[in-house]
């Protein structure tokens, strides 16, 4: 009774939070690089160095069921790839893989879909995603008028454009980012880092250099690669950036940095704002904040190399240690009530 009267005693006036639960090491086939959730299920594309085929994608089912999905690799880059992006609405996986090579060291990507039963390496032109002006990709999205990959190639008018690739079957082909505001130009350069499905088209999450400012931004898609509007995020300082998007429903989140501090921005009811109260915990520049895992706006990161939990109860903020994983959280995902964590290149579970 003593013990209760005083740990009462001690949470009333310091205010203190829960108990942040134990977590568990998953050793896996391989090292993790990526977390998507799949339903109740979650995909870890991991890599394997000195393996015959070194990409690999492994599906933990509720029940903390291990089993790898089938891949196949079409070409010597593909065998070498490493995970830059994964989608899924379930059944149907879109993936993002990339080496360095070549004279340039410059990323061969490759392009992966399939389902639950396998994914395969679709096999495009060097041109496609490669060669002259071309940038980098950043996201894979299963949007309901069909999968899209998100990246940037050089502008007609200045810098690089935030660029779209759709499918038609098996072939992939770059759409046109003239003329929208996906589009740069001298007075107005945007930047992508990371896509989600919402409704029937995607939310881009990055950032806008104009004025001598950063500017945190999403452009949203009403349709597929149409319809495109873009929305500076609400109440940031002069240099701000959105890293990770994630959406539940017709909810979504976005993690970023303002001013060098973590930021949360929340859609809802089509209008974004900033999340109040949100701990000014520092951020590197070389960090992206990993995605929010729920709509409560939960984040994980690392300060210094702590894991951390960052969570709201009402308008009431905790950060809790998390005692096990360390290092740079890389991605992060709550996927039936389990929260994974991906840093220092290791998987933990809650």
């Given amino acids: 009774m003593r013990l209760v009267l005083v740990c009462l005693l001690v949470m009333a006036v310091a205010g203190c939070g829960p108990e942040t639960s134990a977590f568990t090491r998953i050793d896996l086939t391989g090292q993790p690089v990526l977390l998507t959730p799949a339903g109740d299920d979650l995909l870890v594309g991991v890599r394997r160095d000195g393996q015959p085929v070194v990409p690999g994608l492994m599906r933990i089912a509720r029940d903390g069921t291990v089993t790898e999905i089938p891949i196949r690799a079409e070409s010597p880059y ?32 490759s392009v992966w879909t399939g389902t639950t039963a ?11 995603f490669g060669g002259w002006g071309a940038g980098e990709l950043v996201g894979a999205a299963v949007s309901a008028s069909g999968p899209l990959v998100v990246g940037s190639w050089q502008s007609a008018k200045a810098g690089l454009d935030i660029a779209v690739w759709t499918t038609d079957g098996e072939t992939w082909t770059r759409q046109d980012s003239g003329g929208s505001v996906v589009e740069s130009n001298r007075d107005t350069l945007g930047f992508a880092n990371s896509a989600v499905p919402y409704k029937q088209g995607i939310l881009v999450a990055g950032m806008v250099l104009t004025g001598g400012r950063q500017i945190a931004a999403v452009w949203q898609s009403t349709n597929g690669n149409t319809g495109w509007t873009v929305t500076p995020l609400p109440d940031a300082g002069t240099i701000a950036v959105a890293s990770g998007i994630r959406c539940w429903g017709a909810v979504c989140g976005v993690a970023g940095t303002d001013d060098g501090k973590l930021a949360l921005w929340r859609l809802t009811s089509g209008v974004w704002t900033r999340v109040p109260g949100t701990p000014p915990i520092p951020v590197k520049d070389s960090d992206k904040p990993a995605a929010p895992v729920d709509e409560n706006m939960t984040q994980v990161l690392s300060e210094n190399g702590q894991v951390k939990i960052v969570r709201a ?7 809790d240690e998390v005692p096990g994983p360390s290092g740079t959280v890389t991605s992060a995902a709550k996927v039936a009530g389990k929260l994974y964590i991906l840093a220092g290149d290791q998987l933990w579970r809650e």
Avoid: C
Wanted: hydrophobic letters at 40%; aromatic letters at 10%; zero cysteines.
């Fill in 118 to 128: 396998g994914i395969t390496e679709r096999v495009q032109g060097f041109s496609t």
């Fill in 78 to 109: 593909g065998m070498l790839a490493k995970w830059y992006a994964i989608d899924s609405d379930g059944t149907q996986i879109l993936a993002v893989g990339g080496e360095r090579g070549g004279a340039h060291a410059n990323v061969r990507w």
């Fill in 313 to 319: 109860d009402g308008g009431k903020w905790t950060v």
